[in-house]
């Protein structure tokens, strides 16, 4: 059999030797035709590199070869040019399902967002609008930047959930005791705001619910913000990756792999399927690295898309801050005359109004009461009816996002093992001979490939017969401390903020937080439901546009 296989190899060789030197025996010249038209077709370089025949080139560094060649230094040169650019662009292709995947959710979750946070701000906007009209006009500026810190902290800017709240209630107490509790009192003068605003701070007219609402908004922001960094860090890997610089060493190993043949006249042979798994586990060593740094941060996406999903969503968060706000107010309205003793005191008496003051401006003391009672009424109605789901446009096909979230993790559980397979994706389809009898083994052509085929990872590349790897790329060591830190980073702060929500929440004696609360484990949108008055956003559904839906269809 040993024999029998020399000899086909043998008449392989023969066959080769004729298409590139054929011509003499038939009193032609010989003809490096085939590799001009493959150096042409590749757009390798410029043709005038190319031979007309074959010649004793000496200086060859890579594709060195005894007999006559269709190669010459300036080809080599070329040679590994096109080779990073085909390393490139076959990275690239291999790196777009992911990475449109992870824009697609960028622009999704961003879009969505917004729609929430809009949609959340003229909701709270309305409450002073509908129950509290003499200080409507002066509060929509700290509506509208609570929700900008909101929005700021998502994305992640150098704040916090807990000062963006109390930078909101210290610009409402002015207002809620000058409008409602005094509203008697005329335009107040920048110190004496200024007090109140200070004031707040110590006397915290606001009760327990500045409390709970940012203790709420900090369950729900908190993963968002996680997600919205790890989306973004997820797009810097796979970028890092696609440009990661080739060694020498590298390029040199492709270029023989690839080219080396054409040097000969083999321009249609292949490389072997072993042969091409150690030149591109070599050359990939590093980028095989982030495979475990890869799997935790994967898994770090699913429990922070959990999180968003868990009892204190997002949706329910950002709807909630309307009746929080009404309930803070409503405890400063029934503290009035307590909270009017300790002001005097810290701040002196303000001027009052005199004259005819208007009925827009002042409620009567004899109506304070009926009024709380309209009011607390009020807020007790909006409170059944932010169970009611929120129903979008007939014209609209839009989706929760939860329902987009839980799309995209289920699409990106299934890359967990992408950097631990890249080589052998690449190795697939045209690169190599896998239906062919012969191969090519960087010397010559073969039956198949006898050396060791390594395994994935830098460790393993000692062995490998075809490179040498020298160390880590120093900027894939740069992406995986960045993995490494992030995953450590969102597992500590998620135990640190548990625990300090579970002891929160076990002080606060339930309030808002026990009714915002949803039933346990059970998804809504399987058809869950609740009971009482507790939230439900399962049908708040937000319109993110049909372009977007076309992702999850291309990725079932």
């Keep these: 059999m040993a024999a029998d296989g020399s000899r086909g190899v043998l008449g392989l060789w023969l066959l080769a030797a004729a298409g590139l030197c054929g011509g003499v025996a038939a009193g032609k010249s010989p003809s490096c035709h085939e590799v001009r038209t493959a150096f042409q077709l590749r757009q390798i370089g410029p043709l005038k590199l190319v ?16 007999a006559p060649t269709c190669c010459t230094k300036k080809m080599e040169e070329s040679y590994q040019a096109a080779v990073r650019r085909e390393r490139t662009q076959s990275i690239q292709a291999l790196n777009f399902e992911l990475k449109y995947m992870i824009v697609g959710h960028i622009t999704a979750f961003q879009e ?49 959930v807990e000062s963006a709240v109390l930078r909101f209630f210290d610009s409402l107490f002015p207002l809620v005791y000058s409008r409602l509790i005094n509203p008697g009192i005329t335009d107040l003068s920048e110190d004496y705001t200024e007090c109140l605003r200070l004031t707040r701070q110590d006397i915290n007219p606001f009760g327990r619910y ?19 960094q790890a989306l973004s860090l997820g797009i810097e890997v796979i970028n890092t990756t696609e440009h990661a610089a080739l060694t020498k060493e590298c390029s040199k190993a492709l270029v023989k792999m690839q080219y080396c043949p054409h040097c000969q006249g083999l321009t249609l042979i292949r490389p072997c399927v072993g042969y091409c798994l150690n030149v591109m586990r070599g050359c990939l060593a590093s980028v095989s690295e982030l495979d475990a740094q890869w799997r935790e941060y994967i898994s770090t996406l699913e429990y922070l898309t959990n999180e968003m999903a868990a009892s204190h969503d997002l949706e329910i968060a950002l709807m909630g801050i309307r009746n929080s706000v009404n309930e803070a107010i409503l405890h400063a309205q029934l503290n009035g005359p307590q909270l009017s003793a300790t002001v ?50 007939k014209n609209d096909k839009s989706r929760s996002l939860k329902k987009i979230s839980r799309e995209f ?68 060591s740069n992406l995986i ?29 339930g309030g808002r937080s026990e009714e915002m609360e949803s039933s346990g484990d059970c998804d809504d949108e399987d058809g869950c439901q609740g009971s009482g008055d507790r939230i439900h956003t399962a049908d708040m559904c937000i319109d993110f546009g049909r372009d977007y839906f076309s992702v999850f269809a291309v990725f079932p």
């Design 51 to 66: 031979p007309d025949v074959p010649t004793a080139e000496s200086d060859l560094q890579i594709c060195q070869h005894r």
């Design 112 to 160: 969505a967002f917004e729609s929430l946070l809009r949609f959340a701000e003229n909701r709270t906007s309305s409450l002073f609008e509908t129950a509290y009209r003499p200080m409507a006009k002066e509060a929509a500026e700290p509506v509208k930047e609570l929700f900008t810190d909101i929005s700021l902290y998502i994305l992640g800017a150098e704040t916090t």
């Design 210 to 228: 500045s409390k709970n609402m940012v203790t709420e908004l900090s369950k729900s922001l908190w993963a968002s913000r996680m997600l919205s």
């Design 344 to 393: 005097d005191k810290v701040c002196g008496q303000p001027k009052q109004q005199e004259g005819n003051l208007s009925s827009d401006n002042i409620v009567p003391v004899k109506e304070a009461t009926e009024t709380q009672t309209f009011v607390m009424a009020h807020a007790s109605l909006n409170n059944k009816r932010s169970s009611l789901p929120l129903k979008a446009s």
């Design 409 to 476: 993790i289920n699409y990106m559980k299934r890359s967990r093992t992408f950097y631990a397979s890249i080589a052998e994706r690449l190795c697939d389809g045209d690169l190599v001979m896998r239906d062919s009898s012969t191969c090519w083994n960087g010397e010559d052509v073969v039956e198949s490939y006898t050396s060791r085929v390594v395994s994935n990872g830098l460790k393993a590349q000692t062995n490998n017969p075809e490179l040498k790897v020298r160390g880590l790329d120093p900027l894939i």
């Design 481 to 509: 401390d960045k993995l490494q830190h992030f995953n450590q980073l969102d597992a500590e702060k998620a135990k640190l903020k548990l625990e300090r929500w579970a002891s929160q929440d076990a002080g606060s004696g």
